[in-house]
């Protein structure tokens, strides 16, 4: 996901990312963003005077366009042929209309050599996600395999035709697609209307573990929608994959003699100002309740120049001591094997990365833990030292600066103080309760250790990769004993040359996308972190800062670096549970009564008002129902109609609260009880033809809601557009004391019927409908849902005109 929105260099106007290759299709986007609006960029792929492939920058990606990055029409695919051999490095530049180049992150790039196990099997699989864009069509085939194949496709002109899609293979269809499934995930980035994707089972004869080129292409004209055909792989039942690896073989070491408790390995590189801090806290005047504890640090320095003093780590303690590794490699991973080989410990501490200083508890803490569970691993959290460094790297962020923050601290007279001055690096609101992907402060048994093998030296990156990562997680499926979380301890990241935590968000995106593909070619699989319910949480807060984002401001130190503001994503800093606590005391408070207007109340929050008119904005409805409004909603409803001179549309309100002071002629009311039916008759007939028909129903103030009465209004409701229940938020469900939850029975309503809840529009976290926006996605368009029973009615009430 891109996060960061970063400005070009004026050397560089041009904006973009190598993201990869994949099989023959090389992928990025590239824009220019002080004209946006400009014909999109001629990409070029090239070595020396070849020119390997070109491409338009002009293929949507939802990621862009939520990156707000030329509407999100400014990706690639070049497809390079024939195929550059192994070795090649391409540079890759993209041309603007002035003819200059401009060579884009992540070029050059080297061909990869095909995985071992894979040369004498021609060809390689794409990986997904493939872009769809014609002329005419935008979308995405978002998965093929291992069991279905699934995207979205519509039509970039509004058109009444439906759209079908067929897989192909060797100019065979074998599969079609209609393109007219739900998806939550659209409707949020506002792709089509959230009713165009398409999802099937794949047929066995792809599932046979063998190489398929197969096309995507309408089923009305047989044109194809991808750049090109796209190869895949599909390992059915029983198919085995040897070329994947399950790990490194088990390590076989020397029995010691002078044994201790715990070896901690530490790797450092080029970090003497970092190392400085991290061996300080893991010394005994540091660590709490220490002094009697037998332990060593095994401090690798891997290559850095100037190379570290051994006599500079022994002053650290008669503990410390220097290792230098037999080979020089760009990864830690036979390094870190190495000093394993050599360690004395019953138990292993790997710390990957040497920037990390721990809390004073951290030893304390594994040493309960073991003397309850002999075979527990034990995982240490990490926080970042001044905020998300990623962000901060570009903004201007320091480690002058970062120095100040420890001073202000004063620093390592109190450990805990650490909290003060960081975040978690994942700042979800309950960082020490969430899964865990990694840990830079691994503490395991030695014979698991040597178990698994180790670090896995096929991680040959750079930094290794998802070395680490790898190592918790085979920890993890091969521990005898708990998997332990320490809570209120943690080790802090300090600012310096990382591979990917302070770089711009840009790299960091392509170095962790080339991880994560060495990791799936390595392990056949996508990496999966350890869920909470796999952990066991030990420990106590030792600081009124260790709480977390939501209770705290981050820095009380003002660095006045920049003017910038930090771009969030909203699920990582604000779950569900913290906007039902924001949304119940708005509800609580009452604070809607308070939403007028043009003077008068209407009964929601501001941000529904937004959602509704841009509701009506979308749909141009030709009837709104309204059951239960204020006068405030009414005329607001009205104004928007206006606004957008929609002088045919009308509106009838049932049993309305109050109503507008000043006269409306498209206004009908009808004084009824909504779900009589008396009042049902007389609202079908007031439909009458109209094509598009929104709702609006009040389920608090329905003093008889019931899923019969939200169906009746819900058959009123035209195909694509909504039924929206009013006051979902009321009722205090989260209490438990009320004997009334509308929600409840909103949601059954949508479990059972024709409508799904679009949660797009929620953005804006204080609601008083919650998950009360209902589309209708099932039907076809056409009039209303005629009951002739209800013919035999014998009267109806009458229809007053509100002049």
């Not at 929105?5 to 106007?13: A, E, G, L, Q, S």
């Not at 949480?537 to 600081?543: M, V, Y």
């Not at 389920?699 to 409701?717: F, I, K, N």
Request: include cysteine.
């Amino acid at each position: 996901m891109l996060k960061i929105r970063r400005r070009p260099t004026r050397n560089n106007p041009v904006e973009g990312v190598v993201d990869g290759l994949e099989g023959s299709a090389l992928r990025g986007w590239a824009w220019v963003p002080d004209v946006p609006d400009e014909a999109p960029l001629h990409v070029e792929v090239r070595s020396g005077d070849r020119v390997w492939g070109t491409a338009e920058a002009h293929l949507f990606r939802p990621d862009l366009a939520q990156a707000e990055k030329r509407g999100g029409y400014c990706g690639f695919v070049a497809t390079l042929g024939p195929m550059p051999p192994a070795g090649t490095e391409l540079t890759i530049t993209a041309v603007t209309p002035d003819g200059m180049s401009h060579g884009l992150q992540g070029s050059p790039l080297t061909i990869p050599a095909l995985p071992h196990g894979m040369a004498d099997r021609p060809g390689n699989t794409d990986v997904l996600p493939i872009p769809i864009s014609t002329t005419d069509l935008c979308g995405s085939l978002d998965q093929c395999g291992p069991a279905r194949i699934r995207g979205w496709a519509y039509w970039l002109a509004p058109a009444n035709r439906p759209l079908s899609l067929s897989l192909h293979e060797s100019g065979r269809e074998i599969l079609r697609l209609d393109t007219n499934q739900w998806r939550g995930d659209l409707a949020e980035l506002r792709q089509g209307d959230g009713c165009c994707g398409f999802e099937a089972a794949l047929p066995p004869e792809l599932c046979d573990g063998e190489l398929h080129t197969l096309d995507l292409r309408r089923s009305d004209t047989g044109a194809t929608v991808l750049a090109r055909p796209f190869t895949m792989r599909v390992l059915g039942p029983g198919i085995g994959s040897a070329q994947h690896s399950p790990g490194p073989a088990p390590l076989s070491r020397t029995p010691v003699t002078q044994k201790v408790t715990l070896s901690v390995i530490v790797n450092f590189y080029n970090m003497r100002r970092e190392a400085e801090r991290t061996l300080t806290s893991l010394s005994q005047r540091y660590q709490e309740d220490a002094q009697d504890f037998d332990y060593e640090v095994l401090c690798i320095d891997n290559g850095s120049n100037p190379p570290l003093d051994p006599a500079w780590i022994a002053s650290f303690g008669p503990q410390f001591r220097l290792l230098r590794p037999s080979r020089q490699l760009a990864s830690p991973c036979a390094a870190i094997n190495e000093a394993a080989l050599q360690a004395r410990g019953d138990y292993l501490a790997i710390m990957i990365d040497g920037a990390h200083l721990l809390t004073p508890g951290v030893f304390r803490a594994a040493r309960q833990t073991w003397t309850q569970h002999a075979d527990a691993v034990v995982a240490v959290r990490h926080w970042f030292v001044g905020g998300d460094q990623r962000w901060l790297a570009v903004a201007g962020y320091s480690q002058h600066m970062e120095d100040r923050l420890f001073e202000r601290i004063q620093w390592p007279n109190n450990g805990y103080e650490l909290f003060r001055i960081s975040a978690p690096i994942g700042e979800g609101p309950e960082p020490w309760l969430e899964g865990l992907s990694e840990s830079n402060c691994l503490m395991l048994p030695t014979s698991l250790y040597d178990r698994i093998g180790g670090m896995d030296e096929a991680f040959d990156q750079a930094g290794g990769g998802f070395a680490n990562l790898d190592l918790w997680h085979r920890a993890s499926e091969n521990a005898r004993g708990p998997l332990v979380s320490l809570v209120g301890e943690a080790s802090f990241h300090q600012f310096h040359g990382g591979t990917t935590t302070n770089v711009e968000d840009t790299e960091k995106d392509v170095r962790v996308r080339s991880y994560a593909n060495a990791y799936r070619a390595l392990r056949g699989k996508e990496f999966n972190g350890v869920p909470p319910s796999r952990l066991q949480f030990h420990g106590s807060l030792r600081s009124e800062f260790a709480t977390g984002i939501r209770q705290r401001s981050l820095i009380p130190l003002r660095l006045g670096i920049t003017g910038q503001i930090r771009p969030g994503q909203l699920p990582v800093h604000f779950d569900d549970g913290a906007q039902t606590y924001l949304q119940s005391v708005y509800a609580e408070c009452g604070l809607q009564e308070s939403v007028t207007w043009m003077g008068e109340p209407a009964g929601v929050a501001p941000a529904d008002l937004m959602s509704l008119q841009e509701i009506i904005h979308q749909l141009r409805p030709d009837a709104i129902i309204a059951v239960g409004a204020e006068a405030g909603l009414i005329g607001f409803i009205d104004s928007t109609l206006c606004a957008m001179r929609s002088e045919g549309s009308r509106m009838l309100c049932v049993n309305p609260v109050s109503l507008p002071a000043m006269p409306m002629s498209r206004l009908t009311v009808l004084h009824e009880q909504a779900d009589d039916m008396h009042t049902l008759a007389t609202v079908r007939h007031w439909t009458g033809s109209a094509e598009s028909v929104l709702v609006l129903y009040d389920v608090m103030r329905s003093e008889t809601l019931s899923l019969a009465s939200l169906q009746a209004y819900g058959a009123l409701v035209s195909y694509r557009s909504y039924l929206v229940c009013l006051g979902t938020l009321f009722g205090q469900p989260w209490l438990g004391y009320s004997n009334r939850d509308p929600l409840q029975i909103v949601r059954e309503f949508a479990r059972n019927s024709t409508f799904v809840i679009d949660r797009s529009w929620n953005r804006q976290l204080i609601s008083t409908c919650p998950f009360g926006y209902l589309r209708k996605i099932g039907g076809t368009v056409n009039a209303i849902h005629y009951d002739p029973a209800l013919d035999e009615i014998p009267s109806a009430p009458s229809l007053r005109e509100n002049a």
